[in-house]
């Protein structure tokens, strides 16, 4: 799933994001804020860095990459009407609002002045719709209709308004709309018991246990040896 694996570059090396963007083409960040390219009318006007090839920096696809872990993540703690961590919420915030969509109620202001923990969940989740409203906008999703001769069908594409490739953050946004809507659905994400970092998985885990992200297998494996440890330390105390 191209969503699971864009997300993965949250805690990817440069390399990995190169490959990532080799294969799959450009973000179309804009190089003054390293926001999604016509988040704002400035930024329209001042277009010719766009789509050309390594003219994205690095940083600012991670900063993206972390922006959508994160709304990931904050919906995952939605449906266990959890507030959510600080830090996804600071991701969200740098990798969709930017400096042109101040926020009205960021998430630290929420924290700070709303007191009922119900009310609190409410603000947030609106907070949430207003991050992901911004997302859909800025991610120009716009549908294409063309006949694909090959095919010998109707086809409908994302393209991205600069070129003729495709709108890689348009398809990305459109993979993770339902996500968020159903987060721990199957084929969803669920949270590391470790890391705390939402990975993909393909069925939904087991609450009562432990569930690790592929990186953290191994702090699994050596969890199960702690608790083998401990049992055998009980008995041998009985
Ligand atoms: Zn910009
Ligand atoms: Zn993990």
Redesign the pocket.
Known sequence: MLLSEFVKLAQGTPADVMRFAQRWGALSL?R??G?PFG??RS?IESRPFLTQEGSESIGHWIRTAKGFEALIGLAIAFKKRSYGDDADWDSVEAAISGPDFPSATPHKSIIKWVDDERERLAVARLRFQIEVDRLIKIARITPRLWWNQKRDRFQVDFDSSTSQTPNLLCVLTLQLLPVLVNPDGRKGFAKCSDCGRPYRVDRRPNPNRRNYCTRCKKSAWRDSKRDQRRKRATAEGL
Do not use: F, G, N, Y
């Open positions: 804009c003054m804020h926001l988040h704002s930024c």
